[in-house]
Each structure stands twice: as C-alpha cells, then as structure tokens.
C-alpha cells in the first residue's frame, strides 16, 4: 500500500475516452490517482459495430485498462460500479461496500441506450452500447439466417431475412451498411436454401435526414450511398410500435425478426449521484470550465454532461469530445493545484464528423473539407488505426481490414451462446 | 432445393475435426451430403486453452462450418441438435422437429467432460470444451486477481490467489503453464495490492505422472518445466472433496477460490441415440472398418468411440485420431457406393505427442523422435499453425504468438459478462 496521506487523492470515474485522456493529461502530477471502472476495459466505441456485424473480434477493439496505466506507479486501477457520491464526505461509494475518498473527482461515466419511456421495446429491439451487447447481435443477425434456412413458411422466412434499424444516426447507418454487405457479400455462398442476398435492410428515421449532425449534403450522400448498397431508407416516420414480429413506423407495419435500436442515449447517473440537475437526457450541465454547479472539486466530460462550443452550440456526443473534455478537467485540476484560480472555460475544437458505409465508402467533414467515397473510406481506415492504442491492434486491424477488403470474408461469424455449456447439455 | 431423388443420401453429425475430414474426403462423391452441428462454427480444440488463459480471441480458432464447405454445392449444412435417430426409418430427427433421410450415416459428435458421479463438483470446477467454456473460463481468472486486488483479508486473498487444476493431462498441463505465466509475466504490474507472482497454480494428477499417454521419460520433463515455471505438481493423490472455498485431495485441504476441471471425458450420447453397447465413459464399441455393429450403413468416429490401433492398443481421443477415423469412415462408404464390399478396417496410425508448457517450452514425442523445450516449443507453433484453416488464421495467430513470446502481453484479456446489460444495469 502506498502511503495517501500528504499527496492530493484525484479519482477519475470511467475508463472511456473521457477518463483515460484525464489520466493521460495528469502524467507528472504530484497525486495519487484512482481510476474506477465497472468494466476491465477501455473500449474502442467507434468500432463495435464491425464487432456486432462480424468483421471484428472483441478483443481487437478493446484493452485491459489496467495494462494501459500500468506504468504509472501513482495510478490505482479499481474494478467496481459506483453506488453513490458522498459530497459531503468526499467519498465514492462502491457497490461492494469501498469507499474511496477524493479531493478532486472526474465524472467520466458516459451514457447507454435509452427507449425514453418505450422500455417494452428493449427485448425486441437491443442497442448497442458494450461488447456484450455486441456478441449478442451478431449471434441475433447470424441466427436469423441459419432459422431462414430452415423455415419452410414463406412470410416467415421472410420477416427472418428483414433486418430493421431504428434510428439514422452514426451508429445507425454503419449498422445498415454493415448488415447489407454481411448478406450479399460475406453470406452469398453459404445457405442453400434461402438467398442471403435478398435479405432487406430497412434504416428507419424520424427526422428528415440521415446523419443529422452532418452537412445537408453529406446526410444526401450517405442517403444515396446506402440505397445504391440496397439499403431501405424510411425518412420523417417515426417508430410506433416495436413487437417481437415486427415494427410499424408512419403507419406502415414491417414484418421483422431482427430489430436493432439506434435511437437514443441516456447519460449515465451521475447527476443523481451528485444530486445536481440534468437535461431531459440525464446529463449534467456543467459550468464552464467543465466543474459541477456547487461543486468546483468535481467535474464531469463526456457524453455524461451537456456543454456549449464557445459559438453557442452543443458539444457533440462523440469520442474526441470526451476526450477534449478530460484532458480540459485534468488542465484545471492541475493548475488549481499549483495555487493558479484563473478562469479556465473549456474551449471545444470540432475536427471532424465522420461515418463509413460498406466496406467502401466513408464521408468525412471537417468542416474546411469534406470527403466521401474510396477516398472518404481509406480515409477514416487511416484515422481509426491511429486512434487506436497500441502497435498490435494496429497493425492486426489494418490486416483485418485489408482481408475484408479484398477477399469479403470476415472471420469473426461466431455465434456464441448466452451460458456455458455443461455435461447436460 | 436441390433434387434429391436420385442421388445416396450422406448424413454426417458433428463439424469437428472428425466430420469436417469426412467431408473433405467425400469431395467428388456423386451424393448428397448434409453436415449437421448444434453450433455454427469448427473449433481448433487443441489451442483452447489459450483462449481461456487471454492469449487468443475465440475468432481466432472458430471458423463458421458453413464457409468451409460453402463452395461445395453437394453440401448442405443444418445448425441443429440430434434428438434421436431412427434406424429403422433411417432418419435423424433434430430437436426442431425436422428429420433428415439418410443412407450412410457418419456420426463425429465428440466428447465433453463429465465428473463421473460427481456432477455436484461442476459449479465449483467448470471444464472446458467450448467457446462459452474458454470466456467463462478467463473471466474467472482474471476476476479472481481484481477480487484480490479489493480483498483485505489475508486468507481470503490467499485462496483468491491459488489456481487448483484438477487432472495432468495434455488440457491440465497447459493451462497450469499459461497460467503461472499469466500471473508471473503479463499480470506482473498490473495491480497495487497484491503481487500476482505469488499466485499459486496446483497441479492435482490422481495417477502416477503428468501426461500418462507420454513416454515416462517426457512426463519427468513435462513435470520439471512446470516446477521451473513455478507450478506445484501433486501426482498420485486423487481429488475426494470439491466445494466452492477449495478442493480436498490425498487428505490435504487446498483453499482456493478458482478450480478447474481437466480430469474426464464422457462421449456424446451416440450410442443412446443408437441404442448400441457403449463403454464405461459411453463410447461406442465400433467393428474394425469404423462402422457401428448390426449397422453397415452407420459409422462413428472420434471421441465417441472407442477402437484399437492393429497393435491391440487403443486409440487416443486427439484431434488427428477423429480425422483419420473421419476419412476412413468416407472411403469405406466410397467404396461401397461403388460396389466394392471388401473388407476395409481401419489402421490409425499414430503420429506423435505434443504438449506445450508455458510460452518457451513443449514436447513433442513422434517416437522415432523427441523434442523438448526451445526447438520442442518452435515445432509446436508451426505444426498448429500448419494445421490451422486458412491463410488468414494462419498468420493472424503466427503473429499473435510472437507479439507474445516478445512482450509477454497477451491482448484478449477481457472479462465479459453472462448477459447483456440493458439500460437497467
């Protein structure tokens, strides 16, 4: 045990992009540092939709966290979920009874799926938020061909090759892609006695564009782009209904076995365990420099809190943000340490929106240029392998890419079960 | 559909290495052949045990059965469990409710493990057979050293810390290396509590030696490495008492919170299926060319038999025993689909042992000759990777494999949960 008693004690909830760029930030800092996640990873989040739709394995796209901070002496890696925040006491309350005390918190909790006031539709139509939820749609999308091959019923066997995506979104959109190409390019071959080929993708929107926070012109590209693929884009209908045989959106009902929800996130309780106000979402609205109203020892980044850019708009929910925001909460924490109480509002800086469709194509904007196509697609390739950690992931996900590209085989088509299986099996 | 009116009718259960080697063998037969298997994937069973231990990812040694035979147009493939087969009628009956026709029957439906009048020992001490078995199994290593890490009391820590491996075989042998290597070289900086060096990883064989199919001479040696890498070896004391807190064995009480079962095997319930005479462990007692007493027609194969080599020795259950017996299985129903009734028993011939222990040592017994250690463990990788399915697969775990024999990390070290979470969790 390491003596805690003179150093300051900063504890760093989350171990996304949020949490990790904080401790990254607070390299050098004079602090005993813990970092609490309810998970043994960190998760590459802009990738799990290759993971659900079978390009890649789990372990490609996330990291033990304790190896990724396993160098810094100062920092305390804990495996736990939060129960509650005592402010009063200074202390994070852990399910399993630990308490650990801080002088400086960082909220870094981010958010889940959410079906705002539809939670009957869960069962029906999952997300996608953890690699959990990864292997369990892609053992739903692989069953729904291997149960199409075996039924006989006609009507049936075709809500089992009608894929239904609830939501236009980024995650949305890569998902249609994905699942489109999975039938009519990895599957082709595979059945005999259904046409993979056929299977129908419907992406299904309520608002009037795909990819709303892109450019009009960009979301008219994706929208062109999935339908040259054979994608199904219904805009400005929302979802009424979500069944387990189906989904009726404006009116119109589609039969379905497999519903993918894409719609909406929840931030995760952190307002409830400060006891702060949050928006509609649950997220935190944040001062300025990114502290708690009340609270100026504790902050919060990501897509747990709502922030503004300094020209007023929203900052996006999307990883560069997290990580733009706990390195922000690092900086402040860090020169209130050396005695500085200056001001310091955070000064969000968008790079860039970007989504990929198919194996082929990506649009890309960063705001002064934008790229779509082959050179969108080689583009975000390039930007996803630098942003992810460490030499063998790059090095294997290039490589696993480069397979998918030119051989159209992806390798990860496990269908996995929910329990072990035993001798009575 | 195709016509099936004309044409033999082959039916082969079991996509393992057995049925996968029938049906290679069988390319070019004038029949219809239908692969059955109660999973959509081939699992490279030998490397298994890295799986468990975070060395590799489940995608790595799986491969869907589908896409291995999807350019053969003969060759329908069913995802189904066997329910009962109908001799008389000569069907197999699916728990669906489908039945499937045959002629020739090839059953390749392997083993599992069983405890053998122990089954109350199973929770305490889960096996491993497949993909679910390998994940569970690695969550539950890696939660026992995140437990001890949040553990204050010392015994408890203590027993966190001891890895108890139930049985000296080739599966108990290599994961007692991986594991002590997990703990002594990748775990090494990971946490601030504990030391996970000071793990201790038991060793329990009932009989006299590890790897008793091995000459003497390779079991002493097996049994040095392990010691060298740290692991304590209890030979000739059998398991008596298996609870949740330890295991008893030759009247010692081992406290440890992390036991696994490497011991038993029992056949699959081919011979119930049939209703034919099985041995103690429920392996049918095939007639010298592989085909199933009173049954021409029926062959079986693997670990679901038992047979003898012409020497009067039995044959092993290894992976290149079940092929051989696949193979020879699919020429004696080519030779008689061409009229040809002579008698064809089947010669296995035995190749060699190969066992690994840790990430530098193996031993490999071809009889003619033995290597150990270095050369032992450099031999090994080539021929898994040699035997390994695809380019693709090939190289990925060549480069894996030296990733780790360089750094020592071992990149698939997640722990997954049971179940998805929801928005609830």
Same mark, same amino acid.
């Given at each position: 045990m390491q003596?805690r008693?003179?150093?300051?004690r900063i504890v760093i909830v989350g171990g996304g992009?949020?949490g990790?760029?904080?401790?990254? %930030?607070? !390299?050098?800092?004079?602090?005993d540092i813990t970092l609490i996640d309810r998970r043994n990873h960190h998760?590459?989040?802009?990738?799990?939709?290759?993971?659900?739709?079978?390009?890649?394995?789990?372990?490609?796209?996330?990291?033990p966290i304790r190896?990724?901070v396993? !160098?810094?002496?100062?920092v305390t890696t804990l495996l736990g979920k939060v129960a509650a925040i005592d402010t009063q006491a200074s202390l994070v309350r852990l399910e399993d009874g630990t308490s650990v005390p801080f002088?400086?918190l960082i909220l870094a909790t981010g958010?889940q799926?959410? #079906?705002?006031?539809?939670?009957?539709? %869960? *069962?029906?139509?999952?997300?996608? $938020?953890t690699l959990e939820?990864?292997?369990?749609?892609?053992?739903?999308?692989?069953?729904?061909?291997?149960?199409?091959?075996? %039924?006989?019923?006609?009507?049936?066997?075709?809500?089992?090759?009608?894929?239904?995506?609830?939501?236009?979104?980024?995650?949305?959109?890569?998902?249609?892609?994905?699942?489109?190409?999975?039938?009519?390019?990895?599957?082709?071959?595979?059945?005999?006695?259904?046409?993979? &080929?056929?299977?129908?993708?419907?992406?299904? &929107?309520? @608002?009037?564009?795909?990819?709303?926070?892109?450019?009009?012109?960009?979301?008219? #590209?994706?929208?062109?782009?999935?339908?040259?693929?054979?994608? &199904?884009?219904?805009? @400005?209908?929302?979802?009424? &209904?979500?069944?387990?045989?189906?989904?009726?959106?404006?009116?119109? %009902?589609?039969?379905?076995?497999?519903?993918?929800?894409?719609?909406?996130?929840?931030?995760s309780p952190a307002?409830k365990w400060l006891?702060?106000?949050?928006?509609?979402?649950?997220?935190? !609205?944040?001062?300025?420099?990114?502290?708690? *109203?009340?609270?100026?020892?504790?902050? =919060?980044?990501?897509?747990?809190?709502?922030?503004? /850019? *300094?020209?007023? !708009?929203?900052?996006?929910?999307?990883?560069? =943000?997290? $990580?733009?925001?706990?390195?922000?909460? =690092? +900086?402040?924490?860090?020169?209130?340490?050396?005695?500085?109480?200056?001001?310091?509002?955070?000064?969000?800086?968008?790079?860039?929106?970007?989504?990929?469709?198919?194996?082929? +194509?990506?649009?890309?904007?960063?705001?002064?240029? /934008?790229?779509? @196509?082959?050179?969108?697609?080689?583009?975000?390739?390039? =930007?996803?392998? #630098?942003?992810?950690?460490?030499?063998?992931?790059?090095?294997?996900?290039?490589?696993?890419?480069?397979?998918?590209?030119?051989?159209? #085989?992806?390798?990860?088509?496990?269908?996995?079960?929910?329990?072990?299986?035993?001798? $009575?099996?």
């Amino acid at each position: 045990m390491q003596d805690r008693t003179n150093r300051p004690r900063i504890v760093i909830v989350g171990g996304g992009f949020g949490g990790l760029a904080a401790v990254s %930030e607070l !390299k050098g800092a004079d602090a005993d540092i813990t970092l609490i996640d309810r998970r043994n990873h960190h998760l590459f989040q802009p990738l799990l939709y290759q993971v659900a739709t079978t390009s890649l394995g789990p372990s490609e796209i996330a990291w033990p966290i304790r190896q990724l901070v396993h !160098k810094r002496q100062n920092v305390t890696t804990l495996l736990g979920k939060v129960a509650a925040i005592d402010t009063q006491a200074s202390l994070v309350r852990l399910e399993d009874g630990t308490s650990v005390p801080f002088d400086w918190l960082i909220l870094a909790t981010g958010a889940q799926h959410a #079906y705002f006031g539809h939670d009957d539709w %869960e *069962p029906f139509a999952p997300g996608l $938020k953890t690699l959990e939820d990864a292997t369990a749609m892609r053992r739903r999308l692989l069953m729904a061909f291997e149960k199409a091959e075996l %039924e006989t019923n006609p009507d049936r066997r075709k809500a089992l090759l009608t894929f239904a995506i609830i939501g236009g979104g980024a995650t949305g959109v890569e998902l249609a892609g994905a699942i489109i190409e999975l039938a009519r390019i990895t599957l082709r071959d595979d059945f005999r006695n259904i046409h993979p &080929e056929q299977a129908r993708v419907v992406l299904i &929107e309520a @608002g009037p564009r795909v990819l709303a926070n892109f450019k009009p012109e960009m979301s008219a #590209y994706a929208e062109r782009a999935l339908k040259e693929l054979g994608v &199904e884009v219904a805009l @400005g209908q929302a979802v009424t &209904e979500v069944r387990a045989d189906g989904v009726v959106y404006g009116g119109t %009902e589609l039969k379905s076995a497999t519903i993918i929800w894409a719609a909406g996130v929840l931030a995760s309780p952190a307002a409830k365990w400060l006891g702060v106000e949050a928006d509609r979402a649950g997220r935190i !609205k944040v001062d300025d420099d990114l502290s708690v *109203p009340g609270h100026p020892n504790i902050f =919060a980044v990501g897509d747990t809190v709502t922030a503004t /850019t *300094p020209g007023g !708009k929203p900052v996006p929910g999307i990883g560069d =943000a997290a $990580k733009q925001g706990g390195r922000h909460a =690092a +900086r402040v924490i860090i020169a209130r340490l050396l005695g500085d109480t200056a001001p310091m509002p955070f000064r969000y800086r968008h790079l860039g929106d970007i989504a990929t469709i198919g194996r082929s +194509r990506a649009l890309i904007d960063f705001g002064w240029l /934008t790229l779509t @196509g082959g050179i969108g697609w080689w583009t975000w390739g390039l =930007a996803h392998i #630098y942003f992810l950690i460490g030499l063998k992931n790059r090095i294997f996900i290039a490589l696993n890419w480069l397979w998918i590209y030119l051989t159209g #085989y992806r390798s990860a088509r496990l269908i996995t079960q929910d329990t072990p299986t035993t001798t $009575k099996d």
